[in-house]
């Protein structure tokens, strides 16, 4: 290995160390990204990465053009984010009540936080991207505030924090986590989803983003929780080695013992080592997602038709799973 490959330029964001092995050198897009896991506790990382102000002009501005080819979201994206949006409060709504404050940071359209309003809780959003913060005030018509979350000043405290696919996005996650605990009220709840390290279902020539500052597993997603004083309420993790949601709970102190992650680096480089491209396609994995993607795009094209708005559209899903959300 090269020594400049053996640099680190920005220490590990859950144990610290610099001691690290360089996984790729390309993003999904075959642009230049170098991806790094560190050797003590098993966390990945782009390093380096752009600085502050252009990661910043990148996600208020750029980010959903370069990703989803558009600015403004289509119907298809709306009805997507209403089945997410149920999916989810399914799974957290055994932690909610009624009187509780919600946030939902980087909200996109909204619908998670209309779906929360629509169903008598009460919901905010923030949001960095001016468009999709435009279109979540404009035709959700629910209160958001555009912006970063480093910028939100703590004057008001909830019950719940959400972060969809967002944590993995930031430059410090640790950072973060400890301005969401500032946020909670005592025994607050925060909500996390983010993508993970350990998946198969992606192919392996698709496992790097450039907008994917941090990769983490369930073992480092729990462990940064506890670092930032939050304990494990809940934990999912969807098949394939796919999505990982937890429900963390506010604590007082930090518990978190890198210790207890020894043998981790060495779990994710032996499921990493194993998915290559060749073993990827021998299985039925590509052609089940094939196969999926194409039935969900023609059925999205079938009920979207029958909607003008996305108002319209999210207010259907939300009825036609009435009774699941209700239970």
């Not at 940071?105 to 959003?125: A, M």
């Not at 795009?297 to 979207?304: D, K």
């Amino acid at each position: 290995m090269m020594n400049s490959e053996l640099i680190c330029h920005i220490p590990c964001n859950l144990c610290g160390s610099k001691d690290i092995e360089v996984l790729s050198l390309r993003d999904r897009q075959l642009q230049f990204l170098r991806t790094v896991i560190c050797k003590k506790c098993g966390l990945i990382w782009s390093d380096p990465r752009p600085s502050e102000e252009d990661i910043r002009n990148f996600y208020s501005d750029k980010y959903r053009k370069e990703y989803k080819g558009i600015y403004h979201p289509k119907l298809k994206h709306i009805y997507r984010d209403a089945k997410q949006a149920v999916r989810r409060f399914c799974f957290l709504k055994s932690v909610l009540k009624k009187h509780h404050k919600i946030l939902d940071i980087g909200c996109g359209t909204g619908v998670f936080v209309y779906t929360l309003r629509s169903l008598g809780f009460n919901g905010f959003g923030i949001e960095p991207d001016k468009y999709y913060a435009a279109y979540a005030a404009g035709e959700l018509k629910i209160p958001v505030t555009r912006s970063f979350l480093q910028d939100i000043e703590v004057e008001t405290t909830y019950d719940v924090v959400t972060m969809f696919h967002v944590l993995e996005h930031t430059e410090n996650p640790s950072a973060i986590l400890t301005k969401i605990w500032n946020l909670l009220k005592i025994e607050g709840f925060l909500i996390l989803e983010v993508p993970n390290a350990e998946d198969t279902w992606q192919g392996p020539h698709r496992r790097y983003h450039k907008a994917h500052l941090y990769t983490f597993n369930p073992e480092t997603i729990q462990a940064i929780g506890e670092k930032n004083r939050f304990t494990v309420h809940k934990i999912s993790v969807a098949p394939y080695h796919g999505n990982i949601t937890v429900i963390f709970q506010k604590q007082e102190k930090a518990k978190i013992v890198i210790e207890k992650l020894a043998g981790n680096y060495d779990k994710i480089k032996n499921i990493l080592n194993k998915n290559d491209l060749l073993y990827h396609f021998r299985t039925s994995v590509p052609y089940k997602k094939f196969c999926q993607n194409i039935i969900s795009a023609v059925w999205e094209q079938i009920v979207v038709r029958k909607y003008t708005t996305g108002k319209e559209l999210v207010d259907s899903v939300i009825r036609s799973h009435l009774s699941d959300l209700s239970q």
